[in-house]
């Protein structure tokens, strides 16, 4: 059986990688596997053995994308067409001008990776605080939706059937033993503290919100003002497309966007994964690697002091009250800097996946602060968050792998 799977996302690796995780998947149960990929994606298959093909950004153009499917589709000759996910993929249609109807022609098993469970979350997506987009519905279409936990709930939801979205475990004497090499080429001492902050493509964009642009400027600011007041030996250690205007000084180190054995050494080292995202698929490679993770979200519009006083219930400091001369106002988000607030939330209702991993108000400076002492140098309550994250993958291994429920859907 060979499977095609369309990995379009153009700015963001997380959805590809769902996909890469899938294939392997399937090939240890005798499958094969092919991905159409956008050749920012690149990266992550360089160490891979998958058939790629590898598309540009002129692939928006309204023929190109179906042109490269069908030479790729009779190249190939798979047995069924997986999307990596539904919601991106959405995204290169519309963009590409391409009815999701062409899909059908190739008269194969159409499944998708629903990152989202859009039954469950609904069709309306609130992005860039302002802009709502309404997601088209492809029930009509697709034969069987997969939805990946992290961050779907355990429990089957009304769209798709939920399955375990975890990496491999680390094979534990290689990453001890590049734990410490990792954290001197950063310049972390072994009593130092190392903050791994990772951003994406897309979100250094410049968006036409400027709400958007705003929080993007201004909310890692605040993050290297709360790291700073922990003192000289936290250092923050950022993994992304471009460095980020942050001086801390010294504190701040940049990482381009690296190849996963890379990332995982990265991993290896750090004290703690900090997000402003809780849909980041690195966070289910962290709670694999047994790496402390945490939140910060935002549910309050604050529009000056006096919405966050009431808001946090206790007073604002003087750095936060400049901070939010510069920033406000502050929308709530999920997914810094875009928003999905609303949208997100069905997701996270009842869900494990908020218990394993804790998620604090940005901008109660208090209980960060507090949170982030903990998480750095209380070991009792790193122990305890490694514990609930420990005991959270264990769960989800109980779950069936995307292979299973793929096979199933297209024997």
Request: proline share 7%; with cysteine; aromatic share 10%.
């Amino acid at each position: 059986m060979k499977h095609l799977i369309l990995a379009l996302c153009t700015r963001g690796w997380g959805e590809t990688v769902l996909g890469i995780r899938m294939a392997h998947e399937l090939r240890r149960i005798g499958h094969e596997c092919v991905f159409l990929t956008h050749e920012g994606a690149g990266p992550l298959f360089a160490n891979l053995s998958f058939p790629v093909m590898k598309m540009g950004d002129h692939a928006t153009m309204s023929e190109f994308l179906t042109i490269a499917l069908r030479l790729f589709f009779d190249q190939c000759k798979p047995d069924s067409i997986i999307l990596a996910d539904y919601y991106t993929t959405d995204l290169a249609f519309d963009k590409s001008k391409t009815s999701p109807q062409f899909l059908k022609e190739f008269q194969v098993p159409l499944g998708a990776i629903d990152t989202w469970d859009l039954k469950r979350c609904g069709p309306h997506m609130d992005t860039m605080f302002d802009v709502t987009r309404k997601i088209p519905d492809w029930s009509d279409l697709l034969d069987y939706r997969l939805t990946p936990v992290p961050i779907a709930p355990v429990e089957a939801g009304p769209g798709g059937s939920p399955y375990c979205c975890l990496p491999p475990a680390p094979r534990q004497r290689v990453m001890k033993k590049v734990s410490r090499h990792v954290r001197r080429s950063l310049g972390v001492g072994d009593e130092e503290r190392m903050v791994l902050f990772l951003t994406a493509s897309w979100q250094h964009s410049q968006f036409t919100s400027e709400n958007c642009n705003r929080i993007k400027r201004w909310l890692p600011e605040l993050l290297s003002q709360y790291l700073s007041k922990l003192g000289s030996n936290v250092h923050l250690v950022h993994v992304g497309p471009a460095a980020l205007p942050l001086e801390m000084n010294g504190q701040y180190r940049w990482v381009p966007s690296c190849a996963p054995d890379t990332f995982n050494a990265l991993l290896s080292g750090a004290d703690l994964l900090l997000g402003f995202n809780v849909s980041a698929s690195t966070i289910a490679k962290a709670m694999v690697y047994g790496l402390p993770c945490m939140l910060l979200i935002n549910s309050h519009l604050v529009k000056g002091t006096d919405d966050l006083s009431q808001a946090i219930g206790g007073g604002v400091s003087s750095e936060m009250k400049a901070w939010l001369k510069k920033a406000a106002p502050v929308h709530p988000y999920y997914m810094w800097p875009v928003g999905f607030f609303e949208f997100i939330a069905p997701l996270l209702e009842n869900n494990e996946y908020c218990d394993a991993i804790p998620s604090f108000e940005v901008l109660d400076e208090e209980r960060v602060l507090e949170e982030l002492d903990k998480m750095l140098f209380n070991a009792t309550a790193r122990e305890e968050q490694v514990d609930r994250q420990f005991h959270y993958v264990e769960r989800l291994r109980q779950l069936p792998s995307a292979a299973t429920l793929v096979a199933d859907h297209v024997q």
